[in-house]
């Protein structure tokens, strides 16, 4: 009986952290994706009203995805113990969750006209964040590692949101042009090369985003 249980819908977007970082701890977990019908019943019994939650042995649940990363990079060598480099770790994942939210309003938005208008603007803004996360890495030494030299719940972070972005943009007709951002797509790649996500990418229910 697995320790952990992850409940979401059938998709990655907020998610899939969470599945990659247990996957890459060797953290055996339920995987629960709820159908859209399911939820209502299940929303009242969840710490935020919202998805994803994870539950523990013993019935206690945990909301706020990126709360349960850092939960489970701690039990998983994923958060670094100096205060200063944490920080670096949620100044990193805050970041690239900037540049995610504008995209999941856009692409849930139902009149095609706005949506191509803001999609526009994403397009026209996303270099400003892509260079600065070319920046960012340069600044750690160009090691494919957003902090230090150890991997950290970061960089799967970023990794997971990336690519994520990256499908959205795809699924628009559109590119964001990774192979332009070398330390980006040198993260990416290291990323995916780890053994156990390797695996759980391999394995894991196929979904668009
Ligand atoms: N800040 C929260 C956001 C959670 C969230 O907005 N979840 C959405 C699905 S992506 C949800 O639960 N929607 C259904 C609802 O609010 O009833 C997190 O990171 O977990």
């Not at 009149?111 to 960012?136: G, H, Q, S, T």
């Not at 750690?140 to 150890?150: A, E, H, I």
């Amino acid at each position: 009986m697995p320790q952990y249980k992850v409940t979401y819908f059938d998709a990655k977007w907020l998610a899939e952290p969470i599945r990659l970082i247990l996957s890459y701890g060797g953290l055996e977990f339920e995987d629960i994706r709820m159908k859209r019908e399911e939820w209502p019943s299940i929303k009242p019994n969840t710490p935020c009203g919202q998805a994803p939650f994870l539950e523990i042995e013993g019935g206690k649940k945990l909301g706020q995805s990126k709360a349960i990363c850092r939960y489970l990079a701690k039990q998983t060598g994923l958060l670094p113990e100096c205060a200063w480099d944490a920080a670096r770790c949620d100044m990193m994942v805050d970041y690239v969750d900037d540049f995610r939210s504008p995209l999941g309003q856009i692409h849930f938005e139902a009149d095609e006209e706005v949506k191509k208008v803001k999609f526009a603007k994403y397009m026209e803004d996303a270099p400003k964040f892509l260079d600065n996360f070319e920046k960012l890495l340069k600044e750690n030494g160009s090691n494919g590692l957003l902090v230090g030299d150890k991997l950290t719940w970061a960089d799967i972070y970023v990794y997971h949101v990336l690519t994520l972005i990256e499908a959205v943009v795809k699924k628009m007709g559109q590119s964001l042009g990774c192979d332009k951002y070398p330390l980006s797509l040198a993260l990416i790649k290291k990323v995916e090369a780890i053994p156990s996500i390797a695996a759980w990418i391999e394995k894991r229910p196929k979904t668009d985003f």
